[in-house]
């Protein structure tokens, strides 16, 4: 004869080794976090530790210093640049200049998004959320979206590319941005 107190006991145990596997499998992929890279004016939040990084590049034939924050989460690529172009007229050429850096290096055509104005911007007709898909070298899939901002002399970009991109985690990292 069995127990009264066997059979709920049993069942107890299974449910704890359930929860116990599910609370693991919950471990999250992308751990949020604020971050305000080095005087850049803006506050956005990575899905993972950002590096900080300055490098000189050339664009609309300036050379000019970008402040590069990035980190790699759940297979994609979080990053927000940051270039002064120091007068207002460069403003435009170097937005267009970062716009076809992006396509040129997905190789897909170009997808106009819903606009999502970051607060504290200054209004821009290319300050815009675009995306694009294309193929690797090797065949592979590769995806992007980007979103491009200003506010004075300063352009910004903020980009997640990978294989696949999860569209919750791009709406969070986009939403997020907010300039000083």
């Known amino acids: 004869m069995r127990s009264f107190f066997a059979c709920p006991l049993r069942r107890l145990g299974q449910f704890s080794i ?40 050339t664009l609309a034939g300036a050379e000019l210093m970008m402040q590069l924050s990035s980190c790699t989460a759940a297979d994609s690529v979080y990053a927000l640049s940051r270039v002064d172009v120091g007068q207002a007229l460069r403003v435009t050429p170097v937005l267009q200049a970062l716009r076809e850096v992006a396509a040129e290096n997905i190789g897909g055509p170009t997808a106009v998004k819903d606009p999502q104005p970051v607060p504290g911007m200054t209004p821009h007709p290319l300050a815009q959320r675009l995306g694009w898909s ?38 969070t990292f986009f939403a997020a941005l907010k300039l000083n």
């Open 18 to 57: 359930v929860l116990a596997c599910s609370l693991s499998a919950c471990s999250p992929a992308l751990n949020w976090r604020e971050t305000r890279p080095p005087d850049s004016g803006v506050s956005a939040l990575f899905p993972c530790k950002p590096d900080h990084h300055v490098r000189r590049v």
């Open 134 to 171: 294309g193929k690797r070298a090797d065949g592979s899939t590769i995806a992007a979206q980007a979103m491009f901002f200003t506010q004075g002399t300063q352009v910004y970009q903020a980009t997640v590319v990978g294989t696949r991109l999860d569209a919750g985690a791009i709406d």
